[in-house]
Structure formats: C-alpha cells, structure tokens
C-alpha cells in the first residue's frame, strides 16, 4: 500500500512539472529621460527568459518586458513563437548601448534570426515596435527603474 501510494505521488509530479509552463512576473517602472514611465514585466530566470513575449498575441498597451541578466554579455534575442514585432534595446545598467527596431516575428515555417548586439549588456527592453522612437529612445539614452 506504502509503495502504490508513493508511486501515485511521483506520478503527480511529474504530470505537474509537465504542465504548460505559467510564470507570475514581477512588475517594474522603466522611467524615460523625458520622464515617461513603462510598466514592465521582469524576466529575471533563465526559463523566464527563455519564455519571454513567446507565445502572446500582444503586449498589454504602455507594457514591456524587461529581461534581467546576472552578467553582463552579448546577449542575442530571437523571436521564436512571437505573434508580433518588437523593438529590442539592450542597455548596459541605465544607458542603452544597441537598439534593433521593428524585429518581425517569423514567417509561418521560417526559423527566427538571431539579433545579437555589438555591446554587452545586463538588461534587455522589449516594446511594441516603434516604441523606442516614439519615445525618444536611442543608443545613449538613460533609463530609470523602480522596482
């Protein structure tokens, strides 16, 4: 009885860590140099990075993502499962060092590029695309957080 009861308990574990994964993300300000605030979602794990925008069909308006790097490196981006373009902007602590612009999600069949800066950074901005020039946004510009 013991052994059956354990082995139904295994096997709830494992049909549990198969389930789609679903992640509650901590939410932060990004604060523009003319003082306009983005709610962002924070991707701070490596399977939260992984996930990213993946699989939504779009960003809640004013919204992006913030993806959170322990180390500072040439983090490249795709856009696998996206359902709609983005503009990426990597920024090395509050000062954006790359900015790739309206990145199209993939054509059904097509496997996504990979856009990988020329600098390093520790944090990557997602928004809608044409976000970044709306706001002013370029390499050079400095960003504030409140988390």
Same mark, same amino acid.
């Given at each position: 009885?013991?052994?059956?009861?354990?082995?139904?308990?295994?096997?709830?574990?494992?049909?549990?860590?198969?389930?789609?994964?679903?992640?509650?993300?901590?939410?932060?300000?990004?604060?523009?140099?003319?003082?306009?605030?983005?709610?962002?979602?924070?991707?701070? %794990? *490596?399977?939260?990075?992984?996930?990213?925008? =993946?699989?939504?069909?779009? +960003?809640?308006?004013?919204? !992006?993502?913030?993806?959170?790097?322990?180390?500072?490196?040439?983090?490249?981006?795709?856009?696998?499962?996206?359902?709609?373009?983005?503009?990426?902007?990597?920024?090395?602590?509050?000062?954006?060092?790359?900015?790739?612009?309206?990145?199209?999600?993939?054509?059904?069949?097509? %496997? *996504?590029?990979?856009?990988?800066?020329?600098? =390093?950074?520790?944090?990557? +901005?997602?928004?809608?695309? !044409?976000?970044?020039?709306?706001l002013g946004l370029a390499v050079?510009?400095?960003?504030?957080?409140?988390?």
């Amino acid at each position: 009885m013991i052994r059956w009861l354990g082995l139904l308990c295994c096997s709830l574990l494992l049909v549990g860590s198969l389930q789609a994964r679903t992640f509650s993300y901590q939410q932060a300000t990004v604060i523009t140099q003319r003082g306009v605030k983005i709610s962002v979602e924070v991707s701070d %794990t *490596p399977a939260k990075r992984q996930q990213g925008l =993946s699989d939504r069909s779009q +960003l809640k308006p004013g919204w !992006g993502m913030l993806f959170v790097f322990e180390r500072s490196g040439r983090h490249g981006f795709w856009m696998k499962d996206m359902n709609f373009p983005i503009d990426i902007l990597w920024l090395r602590n509050s000062r954006v060092v790359y900015v790739a612009e309206n990145v199209p999600p993939p054509s059904s069949g097509e %496997t *996504p590029v990979t856009i990988t800066p020329d600098k =390093s950074a520790n944090l990557v +901005l997602e928004l809608d695309a !044409g976000q970044a020039r709306a706001l002013g946004l370029a390499v050079g510009s400095t960003l504030d957080y409140r988390w």
